[in-house]
């Protein structure tokens, strides 16, 4: 009968399966090795060239290292608020709706100068609704109560109010009643010619 061939080749051929010499210390386990003093490859203890640049490393004294420690596995982030388990890349939780980050510093320049704005603001010409009633009061195209603007983390939400001629974002006229979040720094239009820009800093 023939002699059955082994499929692992000796230590010094190319391609053969090589495997660390290990052996336990106390409770650690070490792995003997040879490391290439020209590539840094480590080699198995039997090997006589580099597995990877084929230098011979028959002289080189074997070296005791650690063998690779598994990964720890994956945690799921919490809120520091509730401690529930959270969606990845959420602003605010979506159990307890505390904020994750710190909200981002948001700044409004209207004809009139710079405002930053730090809570909800509605933009009109109705003095018992907006703060701004006083300086739309020449803007006869606004309506009473055109715009809410509400910071959130996540950046500025922007709703038309059921204005009459429209708010815009970038050009792009909103669909009333349904908040639109810009999320960076954009143009702001209402109705034909009043016309503001926000800048949004993440902090």
Known sequence: MGHR??????????????????????????????????????????????????????????????????????????????????????????????????????????????????RELIVGRDPAASPLADRLADYDNLSRRHVRLRPAPEGLWIEDLGSTNGVFVDERRLTPHQPVLLAESGALRLAKDFRALVRIAVL
Request: proline content about 15%; overall charge positive; charged content about 20%.
């Open 5 to 118: 061939h082994s499929g692992a080749g000796r230590s010094g051929t190319p391609g053969a399966t090589i495997r660390r010499t290990r052996r336990a210390t106390g409770h650690r386990v070490v792995a003997r090795v040879r490391i290439c003093p020209t590539c840094g490859r480590e080699n198995a203890v039997a090997a006589i060239r580099c597995t990877q640049c084929g230098v011979s490393i028959a002289r080189i004294s074997p070296t005791e290292v650690a063998p690779p420690q598994p990964e720890a596995p994956a945690v799921d982030p919490t809120c520091p608020h509730c401690e529930a388990t959270l969606p990845p890349d959420r602003a605010t939780c979506p159990y307890c709706g505390e904020a994750l980050r710190p909200p981002p510093r948001i700044v409004i320049t209207w004809p009139w100068g710079e405002q930053p704005l730090e």
